[in-house]
């Protein structure tokens, strides 16, 4: 059912991570409840399973992350290949906490695609601990909770939260400098396969499937969540590119595969390849559409600030929801995708550079609806 904000509802599918979860207020029911659940996969808003994305800020953004059991699509830009970075965030992630890793690209080695994946930024323990417990402050400030519930939570709400952050974090840093550990990639289950050259997507909807029914179970529930990353799935290479009713009909089966399973597929496709009918059908079908831009212009890369850190714009076009009507409304549709330190990605909101002679008010935060004197509108 579409809801409001050209957002999409979820089916009130019954997804075996949600069914671990408990709304008993016990200590005992939160310590299971958490040690049930697979690494890297966290428990959200009605009972809805989350995976990282990789980025920090955009999981966020989306309400939590990647809703496990959807497709991510994301419009690729001709002009610069930063699509790339969120795919290989996405499967770091997955990779650093042990899940199971589907990767298809138009290249004929798509498995030379692993040696570029980024290394997670390791903190040092000093830095870590003092950080855990400012979250434990803050978060304990803003809930307010009656002082006999704290008294009786407190201190072992403290502890749990710093094993667990310890042992893995939900959503990592990482350091695009670095390349992730062979280590890591020889002893994770990461398949590779080469969508270049190929007549149909006959073999790649086979593993697909293969890949979603080898997710290990355990006591009749998922114990592991798995992801599949698509690169470039209609570009010019791939010898099905002019079948464009085959590649909708692979991205439905896709997508019906993946609801009734653990795993989140992110697609990233050119859209400026397809014609208009198409692109729009692809975006139809995605849960979470994304797109990301490069800078298009020097001149207003000037007008925002930070731009020498600036890669490019990330824009949220629709949102995954799960078991709700009630559309996401973002503070912001558009955000700035930067580098920190020239190492890792973050995104903010965009902010317009104080022009000279002017008070130095952003554009965005600008609160008044008058117009500037001799406009014709004036409210």
Known sequence: MATGGGQQERPTRPSSFSRVSSSSFSPASSSSTSTSLPPG???????????????????????????????????????????????RNFMSQGIVHGQSVLFAGPTKEPRSFLGTLPSPVVQKEGLKIKHDVSDVQDKEKGLRIAWQYKKYFGEQTAVDSHNRDKKQEFSSDFDLRKPLERQLLNSQNV???????????????????????????????????GRIAIQSLCAPQCGYFEKDWDMLSFIRSLRATVQSSNAVAV?????????????????????????????????????????????????????????????????????????????????????????????????????????????LLDF
């Open 267 to 375: 697609i990233t496709f050119p859209a400026s390849v397809l014609s208009n009918s198409i692109s729009k059908r692809w975006q139809h079908l995605a849960d979470t559409l994304l797109s990301i831009r490069a800078i298009p212009d020097k001149d207003l890369a000037k007008l925002l600030t930070g731009y020498q850190d600036m890669l490019g714009f990330l824009h949220v076009h629709k949102v995954a929801q799960f078991n709700s009507q009630v559309p996401v409304i973002l503070d912001a549709s558009t955000y700035s995708l930067k580098l920190q330190k020239r190492k890792s990605l973050v995104l903010e909101r965009l902010n317009q550079a104080p022009v000279e002679g002017s008070s130095g008010v952003s554009y965005a935060t600008s609160g008044s609806c008058s117009s500037s004197k001799g406009s």
């Open 41 to 87: 996969v966290r428990i959200g808003a009605n009972g809805a399973a989350f995976v990282s994305s990789g980025i920090p800020d955009l999981d966020r953004i989306l309400g939590g992350g990647f809703l496990v059991g959807s497709v991510v699509m994301v419009m690729e830009d001709a002009d610069a290949p930063h699509h790339l970075l969120l795919l």
């Open 191 to 225: 398949e590779c396969i080469s969508t270049q050259d190929a007549f149909d997507l006959s073999k790649l909807q086979n593993h697909c499937l293969t890949f979603v029914s080898k997710l290990s179970m355990k006591d009749g529930i998922n114990s592991n969540a």
